[in-house]
């Protein structure tokens, strides 16, 4: 049996790709909170443009280290799941995208809805990728309650699971992404491992 050591090509790949996606969510940020048209974005805006893409950074430079987890999930599992929760609409598209960079050249798998998702897909899965709004103060969005509501008040074994959480919230409520916080603590409560720090963006 050979060891996992040697990274494979498509890795490489794959984390230029999400850089791209990073970039693209900076973009949206600053169109989001655009500035009147005669000024360019202040100091505060690029620094928070600075932190996402440094956080993105961190997460690329983690997937290409070798010797990633000997653990599998079961035979003929799809290894990457794509996950969003989203209230307007936005964690959907993000969601989307990155289906479409993990893929590469290859078929994107659809992105799936966290509240539709079933405990076997997550199960079967080896990477999952969550993008996921908080609404209100710190609540899920509504199509993710059903998750909340079932899956999320047991404790299934998702040791074989890796996993990164890009958190989208709004700094003006207290709970500040209080529901990709719970997410981020339910699955390591599970025993999945974060491949990087979770993401959190404001507005």
């Known amino acids: 049996m050979t060891s996992r050591t040697r990274l494979r090509p498509a890795a490489l790949v794959q984390p230029a790709l999400l850089a791209a996606l990073g970039l693209t969510g900076i973009a949206l940020a600053f169109v989001q909170t655009a500035p009147p048209p005669n000024r360019w974005p202040g100091a505060d805006e690029w620094s928070a443009a600075s932190i996402v893409l440094l956080a993105f950074a961190a997460l690329c430079a983690t997937l290409l280290r070798p010797g990633r987890s000997a653990n599998h999930p079961p035979a003929g599992a799809s290894p990457d799941l794509v996950v969003h929760a989203s209230q307007t609409g936005l964690a959907e598209m993000l969601a989307q995208r990155t289906a479409a960079a993990i893929a590469g050249d290859g078929d994107a798998a659809p992105a799936h809805a966290l509240g539709r998702l079933d405990m076997a897909s997550l199960s079967g899965a080896e990477r999952a990728w969550f993008v996921v709004s ?27 699971l890796e996993y990164a959480l890009l958190s989208l919230g709004d700094r003006r409520y207290t709970d500040f992404c209080g529901f990709g916080r719970r997410l981020d603590a339910w699955l390591r409560a599970c025993g999945a491992r974060p491949m990087a720090p979770a993401i959190e963006v404001d507005d």
């Not at 908080?134 to 309650?145: F, H, K, N, Q, S």
Request: hydrophobic residues 30%; glycine residues 12%.
């Open 134 to 160: 908080t609404t209100g103060e710190g609540d899920a969005p509504d199509p993710a309650r059903h998750f909340v509501a079932d899956a999320m008040h047991h404790r299934p074994d998702l040791g074989h």
